[in-house]
């Protein structure tokens, strides 16, 4: 399953890599509204089951910047792996 994750977030942030900021963040009228806004679910949510399962604290994380969300994003992946 985290190798299925990484693959399908990888593909969704490489496509994401396409746009600029302005259209990551725009209003898509999807569930939590923008792409980034998205993003930061799909991660925040992704490090809360990781933090459940290892006994650390709730996260916290936030998709404000791009660069920054991949980052994270490739940590939690590293995270999973383990």
Do not use: K
């Amino acid at each position: 399953m985290a190798r299925y994750n990484a693959w399908q977030n990888g593909s969704l942030v490489a496509a994401a890599d396409t746009l600029s900021d302005g259209e990551r963040w725009q209003d898509r009228g999807a569930f939590f509204g923008s792409i980034a806004a998205t993003f930061n679910h799909l991660l925040w949510d992704d490090a809360l089951w990781l933090a459940r399962f290892t006994g650390e604290t709730r996260p916290e994380l936030l998709w404000r910047h791009h660069e920054s969300g991949r980052r994270s994003r490739t940590c939690e992946q590293r995270r999973m792996r383990r």
